[in-house]
Structures are given as C-alpha cells and as structure tokens.
Antibody, heavy 120, light 110 residues
Framework: EVQLVESGGGLIQPGGSLRLSCAAA????????VSWVRQAPGKGLDWVSV???????YYADSVKGRFIISRDNSKNTVYLQMNSLRAEDTAVYYC??????????????WGQGTLVTVSS | QSALTQPRSVSGSPGQSVTISCTGT?????????VSWYQQHPGKAPKLMIY???ERPSGVPDRFSGSKSGNTASLTISGLQAEDEADYYC??????????FGGGTKLTVL
C-alpha cells in the first residue's frame, strides 16, 4: 500500500530554517517523481517543488533560492530544506507522488500534511 | 507561474450537473494535455479525480468527467450528491518541469 508521511513542521521565526521529511512506503522514490505542495490557511493549493527520478530538481519562483528538495534513497524519503523563511511561507505542506513517472498528468497519493508556521 | 483561474464558487441541487472551469494560457493548460483535478474536503488531503484532462482513476465515479478547449479545462460533475460538496482544484503542467494549480472552487450542494 502506498503511503506518504510528512514530518518536521512547527513554529519558526522569520529568517529561520526548517527541514521537512516525506517518508514513502509502497513505492520507490528514486523511481518516481515527488512534489511538495503547500496550502496557506484558508487558501488554495500552491505547487512548491519537485524531484524527478533522474535527480533533477525544480522550484516555484516564490521559493527558488531559499528551498532545496532532496531525497535519501536508502531511507526512501524526500526532504524539503526551507531557509530564509517568511510569514507568507506559513502553510500546510503536503508531499505528493506522481501517478505516472513518465508523464506530468497528476498526483495520485498525498500525505496528510505538516503545518509550518512562520511567526515571531 | 501565475495561478490558473477558477470560479471561486459554484452550486447545484442534488441530481443536477455543474461545471467548473480552469483557465490558463498556451504555456500551461493550452500547451499540454496534462490537466488534473483534485477534490478536497475540509481538513483532508486532496484526492485525484481526473488526470490527463479526461482520464478517471479507478474508484472515481463516472459522474466526474474532464475536458479541455484551448486554454480552458473543465470538470463536470453530473448527478450531484451531497458528498460532492468540497473544494476542487485544477492543476496543469507548466513546462520546464514545473506545475501550477488553480485558485480553487468551492462547490456547494444546495
């Protein structure tokens, strides 16, 4: 059974750093692509970043240069290192698995999300 | 990377049909057949309802259908049921290995 479990969220001051984890089960992260998607309180979904099976990483303009996506194949886990955090980064962060590693057609499994609150 | 445009809300009575639009540009919706739709109930993770513009994952009722014309994709829900009341989001591949979501539409079943 496919499962994604996020962790690492919490309260952090502006300018601080936080690392989120997305532990996967039921599939191999290195054979697929996994994205991070966030949702600010009461707002819509916002695509953040993706790591492809070949290792390529890509980011939304709003986080480029501040966030880094990576993975540990031995732990079957994807990470999101978030630096220089701002109040507008406050959101529930979801990781999501691609339905088909060979195209860009959608995400079929999502984690339960982890809340990041950036506030002094 | 501008968000795709969706109506903020739509509504319908049980048994009726509703359509939610998702408007982008030639750089996203209009340029690729990679539009997906998600249903999200309050406090829950999104659920994939449509992928590749028109395809339904197994387990999703055939009351849900997708289409696209030019830069606008649409999700149609026929035979509305109370449990369909939720937020709906479209998502499109936007080129350069990135994606973009719509702003979301709140569906109310009257």
């Amino acid at each position: 059974e496919v499962q994604l479990v996020e962790s690492g969220g919490g309260l952090i001051q502006p300018g601080g750093s936080l690392r989120l984890s997305c532990a996967a089960a039921g599939f191999t992260v290195s054979n697929n692509y996994v994205s991070w998607v966030r949702q600010a309180p009461g707002k819509g979904l916002d695509w953040v970043s993706v790591i492809y099976s070949g290792g390529g990483t890509y980011y939304a303009d709003s986080v480029k240069g501040r966030f880094i996506i990576s993975r540990d194949n031995s732990k079957n886990t994807v990470y999101l290192q978030m630096n220089s955090l701002r109040a507008e980064d406050t959101a529930v962060y979801y990781c999501a698995k691609a339905r088909d590693r060979y195209n860009y057609g959608g995400y079929d499994y999502w984690g339960q999300g982890t809340l990041v609150t950036v506030s002094s | 990377q501008s968000a795709l445009t969706q109506p903020r809300s739509v509504s319908g009575s049980p048994g009726q049909s509703v359509t939610i639009s998702c408007t982008g540009t030639t750089s996203d919706v209009g340029g690729y057949n990679y539009v997906s739709w998600y249903q999200q109930h309050p406090g829950k993770a999104p659920k994939l309802m449509i992928y590749d513009v028109t395809e339904r994952p197994s387990g999703v009722p055939d009351r849900f259908s997708g289409s696209k014309s030019g830069n606008t994709a649409s999700l149609t829900i026929s035979g509305l049921q109370a449990e369909d009341e939720a937020d709906y989001y479209c998502c499109s591949y936007a080129g350069s290995y990135t994606f973009v979501f719509g702003g979301g539409t709140k569906l109310t079943v009257l």
